[in-house]
């Protein structure tokens, strides 16, 4: 995977996480890396084992220019929708940077609100370092988040489904109820809301 922009101009790479789970922020981080310490093994967060995304997470702290991780709440989410949402925490991610990039590459096809030259990339995080690792700072950091869910609400199995629709976070909303944590705008939620009022 190379970066085929200039190493003069300072490219932070932005990507997301958690637009689809039915619960929690969506997470956004900015990396800025270092051309003089390369990163072996970046890739897309999603290819990656939890346990090489973590050792990538820590090696990424210690060796990018600079590197900024945002959310943008549940409330958020469901006042904005999950896209206005997760562009905010793209923004915000951005604007965190202690080193202001020159240029901003962002995955996907649509960009946040930034003061400076950005372009979208689609799959930019199989394609750009730097989004690459992105998605890694925003996944590991969005995981970590749903552990202390768990840990919160035991009943709920945060740290195995990570608050995505499946079977079991399901039967977990039918038996335990919802918590401040759930997307109300986001189906199957919403129905089973308007099934209760």
Not at 124 to 150: F, N, P, T, W
Request: proline fraction near 5%.
């Amino acid at each position: 995977m190379d970066d085929v922009f200039s190493t003069k101009t300072l490219v932070a790479g932005v990507d997301e996480a958690g637009r689809g789970p039915l619960a929690g922020p969506v997470f956004a981080a900015a990396v800025i890396l270092d051309p003089l310490r390369p990163i072996d093994g970046l890739a897309d967060s999603k290819v990656l084992s939890e346990s090489k995304r973590d050792s990538l997470y820590i090696l990424i702290k210690e060796s990018a220019l600079s590197w900024s991780i945002a959310e943008a709440s549940v409330e958020e989410v469901d006042q904005l929708n999950i896209l206005q949402a997760t562009l905010l925490a793209m923004q915000r991610a951005v604007n965190g940077l202690h080193i202001q990039p020159d240029e901003v590459l962002v995955d996907g096809n649509r960009l946040p609100d930034l003061s400076m030259p950005a372009q979208a990339i689609v799959k930019g995080d199989s394609k750009v370092q730097a989004i690459s690792a992105a998605s890694i700072l925003a996944k590991v950091e969005r995981d970590k988040l749903m552990v202390g869910y768990h840990q919160q609400y035991p009943d709920f199995a945060f740290h195995v489904h990570k608050g995505y629709g499946t079977k079991q976070h399901l039967a977990e909303i039918e038996q335990f109820g919802f918590l401040d944590a759930h997307r109300k705008t986001f189906n199957p939620v919403k129905t089973m809301l308007m099934k209760r009022v």
